[in-house]
C-alpha cells in the first residue's frame, strides 16, 4: 500500500526534499499527493514543482479568521485524499477546525527534544541554553498533532545530539538538520508499516 501524504511547508523545504527523495528511491513506500505552503514565496513549492507533486500557495486571506482558514486548509487537503498530512518546517499554529478532521493523521517534526523549547527558533534557543551552561545536548522529535497543544503531541520518534566543544550555531544548526531529514523519514516508514491499510480520507 502506497501512503498518500500530503505535506504542509513555510520555507526552504529541505525535510519536504528529504521526502520526495526517499519516495522517489523507493526507500519509503509513499507519494507525496500535494504541497501546501502558507508562504507563497516559499523555496520549497518549487521543489514540488520539480517533482512534479501539486505545489499549492495557500495563504490566509485578509481579514480572514484562523479558524476560517484552517476550515479552508482542511478541505483543500482532504481533497487529495491524505493517509497522513506532514508538518515539515510548517510554522502556523494550527486549530482543531483543522486538526479535527484528521485524528491521529496529522505528524509534525520540531527541532527540540520532548518538552523542550516549544514554538519557534527552537535549534537557536537550545543553542543559548547550552551557552549558558544549562544543557549539554539537544534533538529532534517527530509527533502526532491530536490538539492544539504546541510541539506537544505523543513522540513518534526521537534522536538526541549532543553538543560539541566550540561549535557554532551554524555548525550545530547544520548537524540538527541532518538528524531531522533521516529521522522524519524513518518515523513515516514505521508509521506506514504499522498501518498496513492506511485509510484515505473521504
Ligand atoms: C526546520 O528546522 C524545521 O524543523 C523548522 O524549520 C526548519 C526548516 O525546515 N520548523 P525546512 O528546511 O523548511 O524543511
Known amino acids: 500500500m502506497t501512503a498518500r501524504l500530503v505535506v504542509l511547508i513555510s520555507g526552504n523545504g ?37 517533482a512534479g507533486v501539486p505545489a499549492i500557495a495557500f495563504p490566509k486571506r485578509d481579514g ?3 479558524a476560517d482558514y484552517d476550515l479552508r486548509l482542511a478541505e483543500a487537503v482532504t481533497s487529495f485524499r491524505p493517509d497522513y498530512v506532514i508538518l ?21 517534526l520540531h527541532p527540540a527534544l520532548p518538552g523542550t523549547f516549544p514554538g519557534v527558533h527552537a535549534i537557536e534557543r537550545a543553542y543559548a541554553a547550552w551557552q549558558r551552561g544549562e544543557i549539554d545536548r539537544s534533538g529532534v522529535m517527530v509527533h502526532l498533532v491530536p490538539d492544539e497543544g504546541v510541539d506537544s503531541g505523543p513522540v513518534l520518534g526521537v534522536e538526541e545530539i549532543r553538543f560539541r566543544p ?3 550555531l551554524e555548525a550545530f544548526e547544520a548537524r540538527v538538520h541532518e538528524v531531522e531529514h533521516r529521522l522524519l523519514v524513518k518515523t513515516i516508514q514505521e508509521i506506514i508499516a504499522k498501518d498496513a ?6
Do not use: Y
Request: include cysteine.
Open 197 to 202: 491499510n492506511c485509510p484515505n480520507f473521504s
Open 14 to 50: 529541505s525535510n519536504l526534499q528529504a521526502i520526495l527523495d526517499a519516495c522517489a528511491e523507493g526507500t519509503l513506500p509513499a507519494r507525496v499527493v500535494a504541497v501546501f505552503s502558507n508562504k507563497p514565496e516559499a523555496f520549497g513549492l518549487e521543489r514540488a514543482r520539480r
Open 88 to 108: 515539515a518546517g510548517w510554522m502556523r499554529l494550527l486549530t482543531m477546525a483543522f486538526l479535527g478532521r484528521f485524528p491521529q493523521r496529522v505528524v509534525n
Open 64 to 66: 480572514e479568521s484562523r
Open 166 to 168: 566550540a561549535e557554532t
